[in-house]
């Protein structure tokens, strides 16, 4: 089974400033997508930034940007120029990748994020 | 606003009890999904649909059960509710079972 770590249960970072949150997980296979998720006050669960692990290439969204390290098994979240609005829980997520297996999601157990002044 | 709307958005129940969610995926997606996020077990997998077919269990209890209907809508069945089942329970849909999936503002259920 698939398992997905979030060694950091906060984190802080100042109004501009750029900060990392870190996920590892742990899988057998080949064929795989990895997720970000943020969960502001609201609960409402928000797709940040998906990466394939097929893609070498890290994939990038505005602010957020992730590190994928497959031999790792290492995928970071970077967030530059941080916002107050980017204060929330920030999930990480592992979906297998192949047809046949099954397409939910495995999460970890989540980082909040606060943005200070 | 994602496009998947969840009633209702809080409920409060004795144990004991039934009560049914309900879910409504965005417009053209054929997949959904229900996880459940409560403060021991964080967010889980329950199980998922896709154009009416069970494809996927996680860890769903035998005193839960969903289904999805033609027009796609899903409701998930909770019965003989314990004070353990009080958690936020998300739906997600996906156009197809490798796509995105896009999650719902959630119900609260409170079990007194």
């Known amino acids: 089974a698939q398992t997905v770590t979030q060694s950091q249960p906060e984190m802080s970072v100042q109004e501009a400033e750029t900060v990392t949150l870190s996920c590892t997980y742990d899988?057998?296979?080949?064929?795989?997508?990895l997720f970000w998720y943020k969960q502001p006050p609201s609960r409402q669960m928000i797709l940040v930034i998906r990466q394939e692990a097929y893609k070498q290439q890290n994939a990038t969204e505005n602010r957020f940007s992730v590190n994928f390290q497959k031999a790792a098994k290492s995928f970071s979240l970077k967030i530059s120029d941080s916002q107050l609005g980017d204060a929330a829980m920030y999930f990480c997520?592992?979906?297998?990748?192949?047809?046949?297996?099954?397409?939910?999601?495995?999460f970890g157990t989540g980082t909040r994020l606060q943005v200070t002044l | 606003d994602s496009g998947v709307t969840q009633t209702p958005k809080h409920l409060i129940t004795a144990t004991g009890q039934r009560v049914t969610l309900r879910c409504s995926p965005r417009s053209g997606d054929l997949s959904v999904y229900w996880y459940q996020q409560s403060l021991d077990q964080g967010l889980q997998f329950l199980i998922q649909y896709y154009n009416g077919e069970e494809r996927a269990k996680g860890n769903i209890l035998e005193r839960f059960s969903a289904q999805q209907f033609p027009d796609l809508h899903s409701e998930l069945n909770l019965s003989s509710l314990e004070l353990g089942d009080s958690a936020l329970y998300f739906c997600?849909?996906?156009?197809?079972?490798?796509?995105?999936?896009?999650f719902g503002p959630g119900t609260r259920l409170t079990v007194t």
């Open positions: 997520a592992y979906r297998s990748g192949g047809t046949g297996t099954a397409s939910k999601l495995t």
């Open positions: 997600a849909s996906s156009v197809g079972v490798r796509d995105e999936q896009y």
């Open positions: 899988t057998s296979e080949s064929d795989y997508y």
